[in-house]
């Protein structure tokens, strides 16, 4: 009954290389987000999505491409991997308008 | 640029002891300020949340203090458990639309200690 799930947990990849992350909630939420927490554990909005338009966009290297294919789902696509993307990613979802997010996993990324 | 503050960077308390986390922001659009618990390896959880109308807001072990003209706010924990060693996050939201953009703080590491 998992709320917010994310695949894959880890990624391990070379520089150069394009990746894709997944997530998906099962809450019913409007909205969704993904955030990058960086080595100093700080979180930082990248994206949010409502039933599939982009509203918030930040700014973000235009390598980073979230895709909504469904309002349930937000996925996040990097293109030519950088060491420095090297990061743990956070998705979280909300219903549309509230300040509550609820955040899954995280997917850890190490860029060798 | 930092909008939200938070202090301390860590903090050990004994069992028992009443951890204070300090939060400032500077936006005065942000209308929402949760807190976050994270352990090591697992992604952040709601912990309690206050509206800027509330001065205080008491759940469990864990209440907010707000105090809106200095644009601060703060978490205690009373009756502190090791269970309770995670590091918090402080945040703050406005609306962008149908979104709601969590700023947060730097996050303080909390240890409780027997």
């Known amino acids: 009954d998992t709320a917010v799930s994310q695949t894959p947990k880890y990624l391990v990849t070379q520089m150069g290389n394009d990746k894709s992350i997944k997530c998906e909630q099962n809450l019913g939420h409007d909205t969704m987000y993904w955030y990058k927490q960086d080595s100093k554990k700080f979180l930082k909005i990248m994206f949010s999505?409502?039933?599939?338009?982009?509203?918030i966009n930040e700014t973000v290297p235009n390598r980073f491409s979230p895709k909504s294919p469904d309002k349930a789902h937000l996925n996040l696509h990097i293109n030519s991997l950088e060491l420095g993307d090297s990061a743990v990613y956070f998705c979280?979802?909300?219903?549309?308008?509230?300040?509550?997010?609820?955040f899954g996993p995280g997917t850890r990324l190490l860029v060798l | 640029q930092q909008q939200v503050k938070q202090s301390p960077q860590s903090l050990i308390v004994q069992k028992g002891g009443i951890p204070i986390i300090n939060c400032a922001y500077e936006?005065?659009?942000?209308?929402?300020f949760p807190w976050y618990q994270q352990f090591p390896g697992k992604g952040p959880a709601l912990l309690i949340a206050?509206?800027?109308?509330?001065s205080e807001k008491k759940e469990g072990r864990f209440t907010i203090s707000f105090n809106k003209s200095a644009k601060q706010f703060s978490l205690h924990i009373m009756d502190s458990q090791p269970g309770d060693s995670a590091t918090y996050f402080c945040?703050?939201?406005?609306?962008?639309?149908?979104?709601?953009?969590?700023?947060f703080g730097t996050g303080t590491r909390l240890q409780v200690t027997l």
């Open positions: 979280a979802s909300s219903p549309a308008g509230a300040g509550t997010q609820y």
């Open positions: 206050i509206r800027p109308d509330v």
């Open positions: 999505y409502n039933n599939k338009e982009l509203i």
């Open positions: 945040a703050a939201s406005d609306q962008t639309g149908t979104a709601s953009k969590l700023t």
């Open positions: 936006n005065t659009a942000f209308d929402y």
